[in-house]
Every structure is written in structure tokens, then in C-alpha cells.
């Protein structure tokens, strides 16, 4: 007996996109499951960036082990699966070999069957998910170099030196200022990165490997206007 699943996903970034979180995407699956008369037997939930190709990701790999010959797969946006051309369609390309249909909500249809209409939408589409991906790439690199050019947090890893006050403004850290003077003096007695690495390793009982003690080096000289 065929089974139905739902699949969502969503990644830290579809906090700056509007209507793609799970429960509006499970809406969404779940009255074109109703329209199409497909009981749903299970919702899969993910969250994980799009750029991960489908079965690289854990709900994914478990989902595609799981589904047999005539299964269901219904996906709210394109998007959803996969936001490379190349990987979308290999996904494709695998559940039609299994015999499995997978459905989307945005194209109101089926887009593993052989329809030759369906699979030149589903490659212009692919397409434009991946232009998607870049604007929404080079929207979250926009945010993130205004609120550098803000002196506030941006996200990711604390630079080191600094912490973050409560309205996300970089605050000194003055233990870890220290080393970064201390860091400066050897580099301007002539010291290697090498060298400085592995005293300021030994003297605080922190690793600093080679690249990360170059990378605060030269940040610092290029705060201080210094070549």
C-alpha cells in the first residue's frame, strides 16, 4: 500500500523570507494532499540550509531509504528540496527510477512523471531557485557588512576581543585585548606569525593555530591603519 509524506524545511535565513516557516508549509501540503485525495501517513521536518543537497540531509537520506514503488513526496515550494539546479534534478532523476512521485505545491502538480511540458517548467524553475538562493545569499552578506559598518554583531563566531552588549554593539574584552597587544608588539619587533602563534599558545594554554593568530593580526593592523 502507497504511503504519503509531507517534507519541510527551513534554515536560519527563511527568518528574513515571509511565508516559508514549517506550519504555513504543512498547511499548504496538506490541503493540496486533500484536493489531490492523498492521505497523509507522515510530515518530515528539517531544518538545514537549501544549499545542502537533498540526500546529504538527515531527515532526507532517512526520508528517500524510506519511500517504496508509488509512494508520495509533497513539497510546499521547489525551493524546499533543493536550491541547485543540478542537485534538484538528480533528485528527481532518483525518485523516478524508484517509481516515486514527488509533488509541488507551487507547481500544483507532479514532477516525476514523463509529461514533457512539466519537465521544462521544473528545469526553468530550478533555475530560478537558484537565483533565489544567490539574491537571498547576497542579501544576508548586505546585512551582514551593515551591521559590521554598525560596530554590532553580525552572527557566526565572536571576533575574538570583543563581545556583544545587550543591544548588539561589540564591547572589548580586556583578557583578550591584552593578547592582541601583545600579539602586535611581537609582529612589530619582527617576531613570525609562526613564533607569535606558538608563545601566545603556550602562555595563555589556548590554541592559536597559525591562521587564526594571522587573521587577528591583520585585522588589527587594518583597524589601525597600518600596512
Known sequence: MSKTYIYCRNSDINAFEKGSSIETQIKKST??????SLNVDEIVKEQCSGTIPFERREQ???LLKKVKQNDNIICSH??????????????????????????????????T???AIGN?????LSCFAQF??????QKMK?????????????????????DKDENGFFVPVEKEQEVIRQMLFMRKQGKSYRTISDVISKSTRKKFP?????????REMSEQGVA
Not at 120 to 124: E, G, K
Request: proline fraction near 0%; charge should be positive.
Open 31 to 36: 490541503l493540496y494532499a486533500n484536493l489531490k
Open 60 to 62: 532526507g537520506f532517512e
Open 113 to 115: 512523471g514523463s509529461d
Open 120 to 124: 521544462v517548467f521544473l528545469t526553468m
Open 132 to 137: 533565489h538562493a544567490e539574491q537571498t545569499s
Open 78 to 111: 521547489l525551493d524546499r528540496c533543493g536550491r541547485n539546479t543540478l542537485s534538484l534534478l538528480q533528485l528527481i532523476q532518483k525518485l523516478k527510477r524508484k517509481k516515486v512521485k514527488l509533488h509541488f505545491v507551487d507547481l500544483n502538480c507532479e514532477v
Open 210 to 218: 597559525l591562521s587564526w593568530t594571522h587573521k587577528i593580526i591583520q
Open 142 to 162: 548586505s546585512y551582514r557588512e551593515r551591521m559590521r559598518s554598525e560596530n554590532k554583531f553580525a552572527g557566526g563566531k565572536m571576533t575574538f576581543g570583543y
